[in-house]
């Protein structure tokens, strides 16, 4: 498993012990491993999907390509840790010297052969680090399309809620001049809904539970025990009267009994819900009215439209040139391991003349072996700085990438920062919209309940009332159906006793015939 840090483009090599563990004891092994703290670490995959903490960590790795961590620390601070030294150098330059200075003989011909072999290791050295350069900028130009993905991913859950506020405001709006007659004629509901009486059916089911006493609490300590709440007295105006002397319903019991216990409509809303009284509820509502006015819809776009203007910054989101820039450097990747092919080559071929000269002992030509071992090492040697110049290019291209990378990754946390301040302000803000809807709900159905209580007591009449024609008209109906039956079985009875007669009968089913009409 391999983690890449984006900022610096450094890869770390992690054990597939830790595919196991929860992602918490990744981030305390990279702590440690890369000298990040916990609160300062990003992980995110390649689709930019962020690392959950308490996740296992083999739900986000994939075989192909690695975990990208980001340094908060790095970013906020504005630090480019880009690592591309070069390899330690063997000090060619000064065994070069020493070889040309050498006399011509058999210790001279041999340390040829080995800075040969000196210079063909250390260019194949630069050649594996030009390449690991070439393989860190392709990996943070991944990482950075997963910090796109993962900041377009933020983005579409925060156009998400904005579209849901504008939704919950336009209905607020729709609603608020009716939301305002509700507070206007609450109290007439409340006199209305305190003047109707629960059918003594209803209470007659709830005295079989605690419901009748949570009520006559929430009577007594909520609204008070008043002679308003109280049974309506018979000199009382015909409409309380009216009111209170309920006729009877069929399924809820008799007539109201004015001499027993009042228990309103009214009472038995307030004991649903003992914790919040009806009047808290619309001195709520009110100041939700109140604070809810025509500026408050300006205050939240404003903060909206910075958050997109931000996220519209020109030139951040893509890195121009980044592509050509590669292919460039893969270019340049195909000409150094050309050069090292013919380090190799010149290389083998002084060891190879070496070995040869050592087998057959021609002193003869020892001299010009040593002069073309001289001109060929003078080519290693200038090809090994050509090496080093291409080296200094990807590495001042990776120190470049990272400076660049930089900037987009603290414009990247500037975005996120104020998503998340809006955000929160937007989530607060739709759900006071979303509880104001639903109080002013409750509210609504105070305002229709007296007319659905009544028009329920009418269905449940008018279903009783058919309910018991029903019955009636059943009843009757079975006991004619059941004397025609009685009477066809009594003639069919006489009419085989007739033809095979009563005693054959009798024998075979030991049923006597009864020509006894019953029923």
């Known amino acids: 498993m391999n983690v890449f840090l984006v900022d610096s483009g450094h890869l770390y090599k992690i054990d597939s ?11 305390i092994h990279l702590s440690n491993l890369a000298d990040i703290p916990l609160d300062k670490q990003v992980l995110l995959t390649y689709q930019g999907r962020a690392l959950d903490p308490k996740c296992s960590v083999y739900q986000f790795v994939t075989a192909e390509r690695p975990l990208f961590l980001f340094s908060k620390s790095n970013i906020e ?3 480019v840790q880009a690592q591309s030294n070069l390899p330690v150098d063997p000090r060619l330059q000064e065994k070069l010297d020493r070889y040309l200075n050498d006399g011509q003989n058999c210790d001279t011909l041999k340390a040829g052969a080995d800075l040969a072999a000196d210079y063909q290791k250390y260019s194949e050295e630069i050649y594996n680090r030009t390449k690991q350069l070439v393989q860190d900028q392709e990996l943070q130009r991944n990482g ?51 003047q109707i009486p629960l059918a003594q059916g209803i209470l007659n089911k709830m005295r079989s539970s605690n419901m009748l006493d949570s009520i006559r609490l929430t009577r007594d300590q909520g609204l008070g025990i008043t002679e308003s709440m109280r049974a309506p007295d018979p000199g009382a105006s015909p409409s309380s009267t009216d009111l209170a002397h309920t006729p009877s319903v069929p399924g809820l019991g008799g007539p109201f009994d004015k001499e027993k216990e009042f228990i309103s409509l009214l009472h038995w809303i307030e004991a649903q819900d003992t914790q919040n009284s009806l009047r808290s509820l619309v001195m709520q509502c009110s100041r939700a009215m109140d604070q809810i006015n025509n500026s408050f819809l300006p205050r939240v776009e ?36 050309k050069i090292c092919e013919e380090q190799a080559a010149n290389a083998n071929t002084i060891r190879s003349q070496q070995e040869n000269f050592m087998a ?10 040593i002069t073309a071992h001289r001109e060929q090492l003078q080519r290693l040697h200038s090809n090994n700085r050509q090496l080093i110049q291409y080296h200094s290019k990807f590495a001042n291209a990776k120190v470049e990438l990272c400076q660049n990378l930089l900037i987009r990754l603290t414009w ?23 509880r104001v809807k639903r109080r002013f709900a409750v509210l609504e159905q105070i305002n229709i309940a007296p007319r659905l209580y009544c028009m329920c007591l009418g269905e449940v009449a008018r279903r009783n ?9 059943a009843k009757g109906l079975i006991s004619k159906v059941f004397r025609h039956a009685n009477l066809n079985l009594l003639v069919h009875t006489a009419q085989v006793d007739a033809v095979v007669g009563t005693v054959l009968i009798t024998r075979i089913t030991n049923i006597r015939s009864d020509n006894k009409i019953r029923g």
């Open 144 to 194: 950075w399309a997963a910090v796109i993905n993962n900041l377009d991913g933020v983005t579409a859950g925060f156009n998400r809620r904005v579209a849901l506020f504008h939704d919950l405001y336009d209905s607020f709006l729709q609603n608020k001049e009716h939301y305002s007659t509700m507070l206007v004629q609450f109290e007439e509901d409340v006199k209305v809904l305190s």
């Open 412 to 434: 990247v946390m500037h975005c996120q920062k104020n998503i998340l301040n809006s955000d929160g302000r937007l989530t607060m803000v739709c759900e006071n919209l979303t």
């Open 17 to 27: 012990a830790l595919l196991s563990k929860r992602v918490h004891e990744l981030q």
């Open 360 to 369: 057959q002992g021609d002193v003869s030509v020892l001299s010009d072996l």
């Open 77 to 79: 601070c504005h630090v």
């Open 302 to 337: 404003e903060d909206v439209e910075k958050v997109k203007m931000d996220l519209q910054a020109p030139g951040m989101r893509d890195i121009r040139g980044l592509e050509e820039r590669l292919l460039t450097l893969q270019n340049l990747i195909l000409q150094t391991e």
């Open 465 to 473: 009332k058919f309910s018991n024609r029903y019955k009636s008209w």
